[in-house]
Nanobody
Framework: QVQLVESGGGLVQAGDSLRLSCAAS????????MGWFRQAPGKEREFVAA????????YYADSVKGRFTITRDNAVNTLYLQMNGLKPEDTANYYC?????????????????????WGHGTQVTVSS
């Protein structure tokens, strides 16, 4: 079982940076591929980034590649998302999630169905 709590969201201006954190409880964080997703009002939840259990492999949506960086610290059970060069279109509620299967990433890491544990989200608003 993994419980996830996001923090670090806020209201910023275009071009600013934010770092989101996701604190995990439970003993399985270090064995799970983790992901960040986001959902804007009226839109479906979409993949943002993922990182495998060791932190050795990362994956990004094209829309954030080069601007966002996903990292993790297994020693403190925390996932991060560094967001630079924020744009108004990045405005959304950001969720962290843990994959259902331990020590597994697979090829469907962009799909919500691969993730069995979700946080409640943190709001990011970017003004123009």
């Amino acid at each position: 079982q993994v419980q996830l709590v996001e923090s670090g969201g806020g209201l910023v201006q275009a071009g600013d940076s934010l770092r989101l954190s996701c604190a995990a409880s439970g003993r399985t964080f270090s064995s799970r591929t983790m992901g960040w997703f986001r959902q804007a009002p009226g839109k479906e939840r979409e993949f943002v980034a993922a990182i495998d259990w060791s932190g050795g492999s990362t994956y990004y949506a094209d829309s954030v590649k080069g601007r966002f960086t996903i990292t993790r610290d297994n020693a403190v059970n925390t996932l991060y998302l560094q967001m630079n060069g924020l744009k108004p279109e990045d405005t959304a509620n950001y969720y962290c999630a843990a994959q259902k299967r331990a020590y597994y990433t697979g090829t469907y890491y962009r799909q919500l169905s691969e993730y069995g544990y979700w946080g409640h989200g943190t709001q990011v608003t970017v003004s123009s």
